[in-house]
Protein backbone atom coordinates (compact mmCIF):
# COMPACT_ATOMS: atom_id res chain seq x y z
CA UNK A 1 0.00 0.00 0.00
CA UNK A 2 1.57 3.43 -0.96
CA UNK A 3 1.88 5.86 1.98
CA UNK A 4 1.03 9.66 0.87
CA UNK A 5 1.63 12.55 2.55
CA UNK A 6 -1.89 14.13 3.64
CA UNK A 7 -0.20 17.80 3.45
CA UNK A 8 1.83 17.25 0.52
CA UNK A 9 -1.66 16.10 -1.52
CA UNK A 10 -3.14 19.43 -0.23
CA UNK A 11 -0.65 21.46 -1.69
CA UNK A 12 -1.10 19.98 -4.77
CA UNK A 13 -5.14 20.62 -4.77
CA UNK A 14 -4.90 24.27 -3.50
CA UNK A 15 -2.26 24.91 -6.18
CA UNK A 16 -5.00 23.80 -8.92
CA UNK A 17 -8.16 25.26 -6.72
CA UNK A 18 -7.41 28.56 -4.90
CA UNK A 19 -10.92 29.43 -3.57
CA UNK A 20 -10.18 28.13 -0.02
CA UNK A 21 -7.40 28.39 2.15
CA UNK A 22 -5.83 25.34 3.45
CA UNK A 23 -7.72 26.35 7.03
CA UNK A 24 -10.88 25.33 5.10
CA UNK A 25 -10.21 22.06 4.33
CA UNK A 26 -8.66 21.43 7.72
CA UNK A 27 -12.04 22.46 9.01
CA UNK A 28 -13.77 20.53 6.81
CA UNK A 29 -11.49 17.30 7.67
CA UNK A 30 -12.26 17.43 11.51
CA UNK A 31 -15.44 18.93 10.51
CA UNK A 32 -15.79 14.96 9.28
CA UNK A 33 -14.41 13.56 11.87
CA UNK A 34 -16.28 15.34 14.28
CA UNK A 35 -19.34 14.05 12.55
CA UNK A 36 -18.58 10.62 12.62
CA UNK A 37 -17.73 10.08 16.03
CA UNK A 38 -20.83 12.19 17.45
CA UNK A 39 -22.91 9.44 15.10
CA UNK A 40 -20.87 6.29 15.81
CA UNK A 41 -21.76 7.67 19.42
CA UNK A 42 -25.45 7.88 19.19
CA UNK A 43 -25.86 4.59 16.93
CA UNK A 44 -23.60 2.56 19.60
CA UNK A 45 -21.37 1.94 16.80
CA UNK A 46 -17.75 0.13 16.63
CA UNK A 47 -16.73 2.17 13.67
CA UNK A 48 -17.50 5.23 11.78
CA UNK A 49 -20.43 4.75 9.11
CA UNK A 50 -20.20 7.04 5.88
CA UNK A 51 -21.98 10.05 6.40
CA UNK A 52 -24.50 11.93 4.01
CA UNK A 53 -24.26 15.24 2.76
CA UNK A 54 -26.65 16.70 5.15
CA UNK A 55 -25.76 15.28 7.60
CA UNK A 56 -22.02 16.12 7.52
CA UNK A 57 -23.41 19.46 6.70
CA UNK A 58 -25.50 19.29 9.95
CA UNK A 59 -21.98 17.90 11.85
CA UNK A 60 -20.20 21.13 10.79
CA UNK A 61 -22.57 23.58 11.97
CA UNK A 62 -22.29 21.64 15.55
CA UNK A 63 -18.53 21.44 15.38
CA UNK A 64 -18.21 25.52 14.31
CA UNK A 65 -20.18 26.40 16.96
CA UNK A 66 -18.24 24.44 19.31
CA UNK A 67 -15.29 25.44 18.90
CA UNK A 68 -15.61 28.84 17.41
CA UNK A 69 -18.90 29.82 19.44
CA UNK A 70 -20.37 33.64 17.91
CA UNK A 71 -17.35 33.64 15.99
CA UNK A 72 -18.05 30.57 13.82
CA UNK A 73 -19.95 32.61 10.91
CA UNK A 74 -17.11 35.36 10.74
CA UNK A 75 -14.20 32.41 10.63
CA UNK A 76 -16.34 30.39 7.75
CA UNK A 77 -16.57 33.95 5.86
CA UNK A 78 -12.87 34.25 6.07
CA UNK A 79 -11.88 30.96 4.84
CA UNK A 80 -14.51 31.72 1.50
CA UNK A 81 -17.50 29.35 2.89
CA UNK A 82 -20.51 31.41 2.76
CA UNK A 83 -23.18 28.15 2.26
CA UNK A 84 -23.46 24.40 2.49
CA UNK A 85 -22.47 24.81 -1.06
CA UNK A 86 -18.64 25.70 0.02
CA UNK A 87 -19.08 22.76 2.18
CA UNK A 88 -19.63 20.44 -1.19
CA UNK A 89 -16.79 22.01 -2.89
CA UNK A 90 -14.34 22.06 -0.53
CA UNK A 91 -15.76 17.81 -0.02
CA UNK A 92 -15.66 17.21 -3.47
CA UNK A 93 -11.84 19.04 -4.08
CA UNK A 94 -10.81 16.06 -1.04
CA UNK A 95 -12.77 13.44 -2.82
CA UNK A 96 -11.09 14.21 -6.09
CA UNK A 97 -7.74 14.48 -5.26
CA UNK A 98 -8.11 11.27 -3.40
CA UNK A 99 -8.32 12.70 0.45
CA UNK A 100 -11.72 11.62 0.78
CA UNK A 101 -13.96 8.69 -0.72
CA UNK A 102 -17.57 8.62 -1.75
CA UNK A 103 -20.18 6.35 -2.40
CA UNK A 104 -21.52 6.34 -6.33
CA UNK A 105 -24.91 8.05 -4.53
CA UNK A 106 -22.59 11.03 -3.33
CA UNK A 107 -23.12 14.39 -5.22
CA UNK A 108 -22.04 18.00 -4.74
CA UNK A 109 -25.97 18.58 -4.95
CA UNK A 110 -26.22 16.79 -1.11
CA UNK A 111 -25.06 19.93 0.04
CA UNK A 112 -26.85 22.49 -1.70
CA UNK A 113 -29.85 24.45 0.30
CA UNK A 114 -28.41 23.04 3.55
CA UNK A 115 -28.93 25.56 6.33
CA UNK A 116 -28.86 29.43 6.44
CA UNK A 117 -25.65 30.87 7.91
CA UNK A 118 -27.65 33.64 9.51
CA UNK A 119 -29.59 31.54 11.00
CA UNK A 120 -27.55 28.86 12.41
CA UNK A 121 -24.26 30.93 13.28
CA UNK A 122 -25.43 34.09 14.32
CA UNK A 123 -28.97 33.74 15.61
CA UNK A 124 -28.20 31.35 18.32
CA UNK A 125 -26.14 34.68 19.97
CA UNK A 126 -29.24 37.24 19.68
CA UNK A 127 -30.40 38.48 22.63
CA UNK A 128 -34.22 37.20 23.08
CA UNK A 129 -36.63 39.63 22.09
CA UNK A 130 -38.59 41.04 24.88
CA UNK A 131 -42.41 41.60 24.81
CA UNK A 132 -43.62 44.75 23.00
CA UNK A 133 -44.92 47.45 26.07
CA UNK A 134 -48.43 48.98 25.25
CA UNK A 135 -47.37 52.68 23.80
CA UNK A 136 -47.58 54.85 27.03
CA UNK A 137 -49.87 58.13 26.75
CA UNK A 138 -47.97 61.11 27.35
CA UNK A 139 -48.39 62.98 30.65
CA UNK A 140 -49.48 65.83 28.06
CA UNK A 141 -52.30 63.59 26.37
CA UNK A 142 -53.49 62.54 29.85
CA UNK A 143 -54.19 66.13 30.58
CA UNK A 144 -55.98 67.03 27.51
CA UNK A 145 -58.46 64.69 28.70
Do not use: C
Not at 8 to 15: F, Q, R, T, W
Not at 84 to 95: A, M, R
Not at 113 to 140: I, N, Q, R, W
Amino acid sequence: MQQFDYDEMLDLLLAKDERYPRAAYHFVREGLDYTQHKIAKISDAKEPRHVSGQELSDGMRQFALESYGPMAKMLLNEWGIHSTTDFGEIVFNLVENNLLAKTDKDTRDDFTGGFDFDEAFTAPYLPLAKPKKKPSVSPKAKRSK
